[in-house]
């Protein structure tokens, strides 16, 4: 049996399972591709386009582990002068009395006890730092911060600073349809559809990413800013972004984040990270099945595309990231 047959086995029942049409797996070991796997077309009509290594994934709420880097980047050139700043200092436009003792610790953990209501409006759902829940709002100020900051969306500073060194050419905010872009199945008895958006200003849930630049994406945090010997960003930046900032009070069943990055520490209830994967370990995941899981431990860094929304459905949610999480941590041991 192969070293990663198990991996490629589990992904694939699942694959079916949540009926994906697409599914796609990179990993690299010690900075070196030791496997990649794609199988399905880019959609679930008979016509559609084989995946292969060029084809670009809807990575969805994966996109905050790049905001994350800019806010970072951010906090290390000055530009803000910590996490443990009040929110309401930076959005003046909104109801202090709303924002309330929220700080940007609060935002970048999902701690911030804000959301919004049909609306649009801001609401306050608890105290700040009082739960963790997954909400956008932090998402989209957050967002917003970082343009007024840099007078530019944080997608340009990440071309500029991050993609362009890196030398990305498939990852990026897309408006218009190509033919590299898998569609996302929302009812799988209804053909997949268009997930591209009307701005590239990182606004919209419109990043599309190969799988092989996506686990690129988590080796140059592994690897502390470094690609094939170049320093792409400072060291202190990375390690900033994958640093536990949740506030330590915070009860001990909800996950730990970094700049959005779930970090293991120790197994949590309802962290996204199995308790066999060892400590020091990150993850990002979006809503449409991508995972980026990173074990600094054992030099590995894992790439999981799916193009199925809400791909693991609601009753066994925690359980399916939970265990491609462990099988990845038990191939490695």
Request: proline content about 3%.
């Amino acid at each position: 049996m192969s070293t990663y047959d198990h991996m490629v086995s589990w992904v694939e029942e699942i694959k079916e399972r949540n009926n994906s049409s697409a599914a796609a797996l990179t990993v690299i070991k010690e900075n070196e591709i030791v496997l990649e796997h794609y199988s399905g077309s880019h959609s679930n009509t008979s016509n559609a386009k084989p995946v292969h290594e060029n084809s670009r994934f809807n990575v969805a709420s994966a996109r905050k582990s790049y905001l994350g880097l800019c806010i970072a980047i951010a906090q290390y050139e000055g530009k803000i002068r910590s996490l443990d700043d009040y929110a309401r200092e930076y959005f003046k436009d909104i109801d202090s009395d709303i924002l309330k003792d929220t700080t940007l610790r609060h935002m970048v953990t999902h701690t911030h006890g804000l959301d919004e209501n049909s609306e649009g409006e801001i609401i306050r759902e608890f105290d700040a730092g009082e739960k963790w829940a997954y909400r956008g709002i932090n998402i989209k100020l957050m967002t917003q911060l970082i343009h007024n900051l840099y007078g530019v969306p944080f997608t340009e500073l990440l071309y500029r600073k991050v993609f362009l060194p890196m030398g990305l050419k498939e990852t990026g905010w897309e408006t218009q349809e190509n033919d590299d872009l898998v569609k996302v199945i929302i009812d799988p008895d209804k053909n997949g559809e268009d997930t591209t958006g009307s701005k590239e200003d990182g606004t919209e849930s419109n990043l599309f990413v190969s799988t092989r630049e996506f686990a690129l994406w988590g080796n140059l945090f592994l690897n502390k800013g470094k690609m094939n010997g170049k320093q792409i960003i400072p060291e202190e930046v990375t390690e900033f972004a994958i640093r536990i900032h949740t506030p330590e009070h915070l009860s001990k069943e909800y996950p730990r984040n970094g700049m959005f990055w779930f970090l293991q520490d120790v197994p949590r209830e309802q962290s996204e990270l199995g308790d066999r994967v060892p400590t020091g370990s990150f993850q990002i995941l979006g809503v449409t099945g991508p995972t980026l899981l990173v074990i600094p431990k054992y030099k590995v860094v894992v790439a999981k595309m799916y193009n199925k929304r809400y791909n693991y459905g609601n009753e066994n949610y925690l359980y399916y990231l939970k265990e491609f999480s462990n099988i990845v941590a038990d191939t490695f041991r």
